[in-house]
């Protein structure tokens, strides 16, 4: 079962910009699913960026505009651009890989906006 490690969390104030980093210890490319998922507190955790295997990036549309989805394949890693953050986006966010073996999570990376 591959590890993810998420990164690149923190502070910021709204209006600004994150870049999230997940790495993986094995190889992605077969993932059937593969994204970002977020969780408030006192919340679900919701997805926020999500990638099907023959679809598109699925966007949750509080992001739509604002947060871009990629993948380095030869890396194995996974991003997360965030900009013009919201105190709303205030969240630990999780990275997440699914194959037909395993579906594994990252422990978390906290982002916190300030108003």
């Known amino acids: 079962q591959v590890q993810l490690v998420e990164s690149g969390g923190g502070l910021v104030q709204a209006g600004g910009s994150l870049r999230l980093s997940c790495a993986a210890s094995?190889?992605?490319?077969?993932?059937?699913?593969m994204g970002w998922y977020r969780q408030a507190p006192g919340k679900q955790r919701d997805s926020v960026a999500v990638?099907?295997?023959?679809?598109?990036?699925n966007y949750a549309d509080s992001v739509k505009g604002r947060f871009t989805f990629s993948t380095d394949n030869a890396k194995n890693k996974v991003y997360l651009e965030m900009n013009s953050l919201k105190p709303e986006d205030t969240a630990v966010y999780y990275c997440?890989?699914?194959?037909?073996?395993?579906?594994?999570w990252g422990q978390g990376t906290q982002v916190t906006v300030s108003s």
């Open positions: 997440r890989v699914v194959t037909s073996e395993y579906d594994s």
């Open positions: 094995g190889t992605i490319s077969r993932f059937n699913i």
């Open positions: 990638i099907i295997r023959g679809a598109g990036v």
